[in-house]
């Protein structure tokens, strides 16, 4: 087949799905005009077809990277994009790591420190107050220094915060490092997902975020075990005054890991290519493989698109944000043992329970893994924020009339199992993809830091809610489910109504959606 090559800007406002499969090229116009068209059109069927779809790129004349350093369809490019997914959703564990890791040592911290209602909601949101620093000041910062830099970055803070947190000396020394470990979880809540995102072909890319969300779950689900482990090593007095300590340190190993294993991957094709670095770039996205490379070949070719509808994207990023929050999740993450203990009186049978807990989001998580590039985006937030709103409003009603363990086990759970296959991976994806592509990081550092606010008041107001006499007497210990369930409800009229599906679509499609179509 016959290509030569065009310059029509008009090819960018249609769809992938409008132009025929091309194999191969057997010649081009000429090498001047061979890699920088924004056309090629078929001669012998007058058929335009991007230059970002042909397969083979490495036949064409003039592409910066030498065909040679493209590898083939083989397993070298897949374990290379596997391996920059792993080493990034290091970041995710240490974030899902240092953020669970106060369930199992929040009543052995309120015993030892003697800590009121409000101290304790403090000792456990303490972090979040970082991670709102963090997330907000990682936009700006990794548009500077670049992606890879500011994982590096987190790694020495989670590093850091779990020495000196197990080492502390007073309650003001271990909410100090509680709060420098809060600043890598929120930079890293944003790098990760947009590391990962701007490196996976748009194909991929949903599975590949949500392996994030995965590493999230997975360290979750660790320190859980390690804090059980821990609990069961020595006697109450022990767990007091050391038991505590080693849960937080525990956090030094996944930390060392990060920061080595982020010596053998890259920064990012995109980040390259905004900063001017071709050459690079190509490198990066051809050892990445053939899609990724056509990706990155077609963002060079696009003028930057700015959409007269950013601030209304920024606005539905913030709420989609805020609303993975306020719907409750953190609440089992951080007080799982405590809201347990009010119905099992044992400590050792609550961090089992909230064992099983961690279990089930990883599954779950997975489910949403295989799902979320196949059944799309937006009906798995819907279908999932309607189970979380049923769950918990169940939940309450169970609190509030004591019942048996088994039942509010199997409610949590439920809750648990709704939120893992959707609202908790499908917001980072999302997130890493719906923004513009040049005010991308930012907006997901805004919204991320919007996140991490609504959880700081989450975690700080449910001590207040479920152990005042006054909301007691009146609603019943159940009642601060009933408030996230509601925002459950109002997830689902959002999602419905205004985010767009974005399945199957290349960060620079879902850019260009945004300039020409208008959302409601």
Not at 274 to 281: D, L, N, V
Not at 333 to 341: G, R, V
């Amino acid at each position: 087949m016959s290509i030569c090559a065009f310059d029509s800007p008009e090819i960018y406002n249609l769809s992938f799905q409008q132009w025929p499969n091309v194999k191969s090229i057997r010649h081009t116009r000429s090498d001047r005009i061979a890699l920088r068209p924004k056309l090629a059109l078929c001669c012998n069927r007058s058929i335009p077809v991007p230059l970002r779809h042909i397969a083979d790129m490495s036949v064409v004349r003039g592409i910066q990277t030498p065909p040679a350093e493209i590898p083939p369809h083989g397993t070298s490019a897949p374990i290379y994009l596997t391996l920059i997914t792993c080493v990034a959703a290091l970041g995710g564990l240490l974030f899902g790591y240092d953020t669970a890791v106060i369930s199992g040592a929040i009543g052995l911290l309120q015993i030892h420190f003697h800590l009121t209602p409000a101290a304790t909601g403090w000792a456990a949101s303490s972090a979040l107050a970082g991670c709102v620093l963090g997330a907000s000041l990682a936009g700006f910062t990794s548009n500077v220094f670049g992606r890879h830099r500011l994982l590096v970055l987190s790694g020495i803070c989670f590093l850091l915060s779990a020495i000196g947190t197990a080492a502390s000396s007073g309650f003001q020394m271990f909410i100090l490092f509680r709060i420098l470990g809060g600043i890598g979880i929120g930079a890293a809540s944003v790098i990760s997902p947009l590391y990962i995102g701007e490196s996976s072909p748009a194909r991929w890319r949903g599975r590949l975020v949500a392996v994030n969300q995965l590493a999230i779950v997975f360290g979750m689900l660790v320190v859980y075990l390690v804090n059980y482990r821990i609990h069961l090593s020595g006697t109450e007095l022990w767990n007091e005054i050391s038991g505590w300590r080693w849960m937080f340190g525990s956090g030094m190993v996944p930390s060392i890991l990060l920061l080595v294993l982020l010596f053998t991957v890259p920064e990012t094709a995109r980040f390259l290519l905004s900063k001017g670095r071709r050459s690079e770039a190509e490198r990066v996205a051809a050892r990445i493989g053939p899609d990724a490379l056509n990706e990155i070949l077609f963002a060079e070719q696009q003028p930057e698109v700015r959409s007269r509808h950013t601030p209304r994207i920024l606005v539905l990023g913030i709420s989609l944000a805020v609303l993975q929050q306020v719907t409750g999740i953190n609440v089992f993450l951080y007080y799982a043992p405590s809201i347990f203990a009010q119905v099992t009186r044992s400590t050792n049978v609550a961090l089992l329970q909230t064992v099983i807990l961690g279990a089930v989001n990883l599954i779950f998580t997975v489910f949403a893994m295989v799902l979320v590039d196949r059944a799309g985006r937006k009906p798995l937030l819907i279908c999932g924020s309607a189970g979380m709103a049923i769950a918990l409003l169940s939940t309450g009603w169970a609190i509030t009339h004591a019942t048996s363990s088994l039942l509010l086990l199997i409610l949590v759970l439920a809750y648990i199992a709704c939120f893992a296959f959707s609202v908790g991976p499908v917001t980072w994806i999302l997130l890493s993809e719906i923004f513009p592509s040049h005010l991308r990081a930012e907006a997901m550092a805004i919204s991320t830091a919007a996140l991490w606010i609504a959880n700081f008041v989450v975690s700080q107001t449910f001590p207040m809610l479920s152990q005042s006499p006054a909301v007691i007497a009146h609603f019943g210990r159940g009642f601060p489910f009933y408030i996230y369930a509601l925002f459950c409800f109002i997830e689902v009229w959002l999602v419905a109504q205004f985010i767009p599906e974005t399945r199957n679509r290349s960060l620079e499609e879902i850019t260009r959606w945004w300039s020409t179509e208008t959302p409601r």
